[in-house]
């Protein structure tokens, strides 16, 4: 079955709306045919993203908004989580396995982001924020092409 369907979301950075924001956005994906497993894995990437913005963009301090745009195409989920923080100067060093720029971190979440997501696509502007761009594709086409018959 093709759907086609899109949200966008915006709330404050404070870390109370992380398990909000990756509630909505699960909730939103479930409408597409992800196993449980799946919508584990986009639970985990969509904290990550979200906590960054919180933790890194708006370092730990309120008034900052974050974004999220979902939208679904026929098979698969894109989600973009957007703030207007301090942004990254390296992308490519900040996904690295690994590598933070707190010492009290473990360096993990662009990992996460990579491994369970399909897609994964970073811009950033130092002191202008930063906007993750991921996407996730339905594996198991059999049960549509099932469908069909
Ligand atoms: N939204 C963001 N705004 C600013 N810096 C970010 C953002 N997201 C990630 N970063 C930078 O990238 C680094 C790596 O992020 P990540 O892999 O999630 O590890 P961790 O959050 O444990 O530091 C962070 O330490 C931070 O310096
Ligand atoms: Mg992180």
Same mark, same amino acid.
């Given at each position: 079955?093709?759907i086609d369907n899109h949200m966008k979301l915006e709330f404050a950075g404070i870390p109370?709306?992380? @398990?909000?924001? =990756?509630?909505?956005?699960?909730? #939103?994906?479930?409408?597409?045919? #992800?196993?449980?497993?799946?919508?584990?894995?986009?639970?985990?990437?969509? @904290?990550?993203?979200? %906590?960054?913005?919180? *933790?890194? /963009?708006?370092?730990? !301090?309120? /008034?900052?908004?974050?974004?999220?745009? @979902? %939208? *679904? =195409?026929?098979?698969?989920?894109?989600?973009? *989580?957007?703030?207007?923080g301090v942004g990254i100067s390296n992308i490519e060093q900040a996904m690295q396995p690994?590598?933070?720029?707190? !010492?009290?971190?473990?360096?993990?979440?662009? @990992? #996460?982001? !990579? +491994?369970?997501?399909? $897609?994964? $696509?970073?811009? +950033?502007?130092?002191? /202008?924020?930063?906007r993750i761009r991921l996407c996730k594709s339905i594996k198991n086409l059999d049960h549509?092409?099932?469908? $069909?018959?």
């Open positions: 079955m093709k109370e709306n992380v @398990s909000f924001a =990756r509630l909505v956005v699960v909730t #939103f994906a479930s409408q597409l045919d #992800f196993t449980l497993d799946d919508l584990e894995e986009i639970k985990v990437a969509i @904290s990550e993203a979200v %906590s960054n913005a919180i *933790i890194h /963009g708006y370092q730990n !301090q309120p /008034g900052g908004l974050v974004w999220i745009e @979902s %939208s *679904i =195409r026929e098979n698969c989920l894109e989600v973009v *989580i957007k703030d207007e690994a590598f933070t720029t707190c !010492q009290d971190r473990m360096g993990l979440g662009f @990992s #996460f982001m !990579q +491994s369970f997501m399909d $897609e994964i $696509e970073v811009q +950033s502007v130092v002191n /202008g924020g930063t549509d092409a099932n469908m $069909e018959h």
